[in-house]
């Protein structure tokens, strides 16, 4: 399977601030989604990153709280905007690898203080 | 809309004892399934995953699930449960190949001993 790299791993945030999380896959992958998971909650997707164009995002997300980057088919970027202390949470990055298998990285633990 | 019932928020079991986790789905066709397990303070690890043919998988960690249609069910098996299996598990489904995961609320396991 692909290994997926998230940074940072976890962060102490301002309330206010902006932090933009990375992902690395070590493949090049069609298929990139970023998800929310709010403490002892299950995940939500907050968009799929289309490489190339805009992200397509969920329903009570929007671009300019969770901007979202895809250069390539290795790599993408979601930022939390102007962070509140809801937002802490953990963000996952996944891909779709062959075989219609979703694997997920280890998540980005954000706390805003 | 397409939606994931685990029904059991909260399981204990005795270790070396068998498990069966819940899961429901609501879609018209046949969906892809997945399990997943989280271990405290972890990402997400796939456990298995059903798209067609054989319904009942097997996983790794000696997990299996069985797809029942008819009951539109998706269940978690373990024959002997280890300690180290306590962890949250979450269900998870995809309409199609190429589209994000909608996910159940989750289930927590413990085990004692």
């Known amino acids: 399977s692909a290994v997926i790299s998230q940074k940072p791993s976890r962060d102490i945030c301002q309330r206010g601030t902006s932090l933009t999380i990375q992902c690395q896959v070590d493949?090049?992958?069609?298929?990139m989604f970023w998800y929310r998971q709010q403490p002892g909650q299950s995940l939500t997707l907050i968009a799929t990153?289309?490489?190339?164009?805009?992200?397509?995002?969920e329903s009570g997300f929007v671009i300019d709280k969770f901007p979202i980057s895809r250069p390539n088919l290795t790599f993408s970027t979601l930022t939390v905007s102007n962070m509140s202390p809801e937002d802490s949470s953990i963000y996952l990055c996944s891909v779709e690898e062959a075989g219609n298998t979703i694997y997920f990285g280890e998540g980005s633990w954000l706390t805003v203080v | 809309a397409q939606s994931v019932t685990q029904p059991d928020i909260h399981i204990t079991v005795s270790e070396g004892a068998s498990l069966e986790l819940r899961c429901n789905y609501s879609y018209g066709a046949t969906p892809y399934l997945f399990w997943y397990v989280q271990s405290p303070g972890q990402g997400l690890q796939l456990l298995l995953k059903y798209f067609s043919g054989d319904t009942l998988v097997q996983g790794i960690k000696g997990f299996e699930a069985e797809f029942k249609r008819s009951q539109s069910s998706f269940n978690l098996r373990k024959p002997s449960v280890h300690w180290s299996d306590a962890a949250e598990y979450f269900c998870?489904?995809?309409?199609?190949?190429?589209?994000?995961?909608?996910f159940g609320k989750g289930t927590t396991l413990s085990v004692s001993s």
């Open positions: 990153a289309n490489q190339g164009s805009e992200a397509t995002y």
């Open positions: 493949s090049q992958v069609t298929m």
């Open positions: 998870a489904v995809a309409n199609q190949a190429g589209t994000a995961l909608i």
